[in-house]
């Protein structure tokens, strides 16, 4: 049994962390958790019976009493703190999971991949989606070759600013969009190209200038010879967030949210019958999808890949191999991070 150590107990970590590692049986035990608000690490301890708490105040680790207790550490706070947090606890040879984005600081992703190597620790970012059910049909129709030859990929993320979001977004480099990028960064490697490239950027800014999120961003990039496109409204009046590969014989089409995947065929000299052919296959996709997944969110067991994420974590701790986190260790990490400065660069430029 691998024994980890929650560092941070936000809203990700009770409505995903949690439950994804309660579906994995006794293969791992969280031992302990720790937040700046002892609260609310007690008040998480008690529903999920953690034996442990404490209440976190420095980025050393040297204030939590059950660190030397535990394998492996999730750090799962603000993202101000991953990189400080990621090397006290790699220090203390432990194994880290640590929640997109990798780092803020370059340098300090750079010194936490080394170190991590020179000890032999896992070090793993949290990439989920690539491996949640949508994407893994996805990916399964690439590698069937249904989609024939990608010939570009696309990104419309719609953003409801008045929905639930965390109090520090606006204290980040182009705010939201410095927290949520990593999703597309990552599946635009995984899916169309690890040689991703930035090629332009353009923001407008927010309608309440006290933000630091952009009102619409677009970026185009190139993942070797595909050309990408990614179109964010963080203005809009609801959340939708889709990913689109456009292949020679079809499209495929994921639903983030929802989970569903969409494949559609070329439609030929969209005549009648394949305009209504495409319309009847995208509504049964999406009801068949809406069936599969609606109750399993219902009862909070629509894991959007963490479940995968954690199987790998726990596989790479087991066998003291990184191949089980190849795509989303360290380096995978730092790669997207550096995907993101080149945007915020060229968007505030």
Excluded at 99 to 113: H, M, N, T, Y
Aim: contains cysteine.
């Amino acid at each position: 049994m691998i024994r980890l150590g929650i560092i941070g107990g936000g809203n990700i970590v009770r409505t995903r962390h949690l439950a994804a590692i309660a579906s994995f049986g006794s293969r791992i035990r969280v031992a302990g958790i720790s937040d700046t608000h002892r609260e609310r690490a007690d008040d998480l301890a008690r529903r999920h019976a953690i034996a442990r708490t404490a209440a976190n105040a420095d980025t050393a680790l040297s204030d939590v009493p059950w660190m030397d207790d535990v394998d492996a550490v999730l750090v799962a706070t603000p993202p101000f703190a991953h990189g400080q947090l990621v090397l006290a606890a790699l220090e203390r040879g432990k194994h880290v999971l640590v929640e997109k984005p990798f780092v803020l600081d370059l340098d300090e992703g750079r010194r936490a991949i080394e170190l991590a190597q020179r000890r032999g620790l896992i070090l793993a970012v949290n990439h989920n989606f690539q491996y949640s059910r949508a994407f893994t049909n996805l990916r399964a129709d690439l590698e069937r070759e249904r989609l024939g030859t990608i010939g570009s990929a696309y990104s419309l993320q719609l953003s409801n600013d008045q929905r639930r979001l965390p109090a520090w977004s606006e204290r980040l480099p182009l705010g939201l969009f410095y927290d949520e990028s990593p999703h597309v960064f990552y599946l635009l490697r995984a899916f169309a190209g690890r040689d991703t490239v930035l090629r332009s950027a353009y923001c407008v800014a927010p309608s309440d200038p006290r933000k630091s999120t952009p009102h619409t961003l677009d970026l185009q990039l190139t993942s070797g010879a595909v050309p990408a496109s990614i179109h964010i409204d963080f203005e809009s009046p609801i959340c939708e967030w889709t990913f689109v590969l456009l292949g020679e014989r079809g499209l495929g089409c994921v639903d983030l949210f929802r989970d569903i995947y969409t494949y559609l065929p070329h439609d030929g000299q969209h005549l009648m019958r394949e305009v209504l052919a495409t319309s009847g296959l995208a509504t049964l996709a999406h009801w068949r999808g809406f069936a599969q997944n609606g109750w399993s969110y219902v009862r909070h067991r629509l894991y959007y890949g963490f479940d995968r994420i954690y199987a790998n974590f726990v596989n790479a701790v087991e066998s003291g191999d990184p191949s089980h986190v190849a795509a989303h260790d360290g380096a995978e990490g730092l790669a997207v991070n550096l995907l993101q400065h080149a945007a915020v660069e060229s968007a505030s430029g």
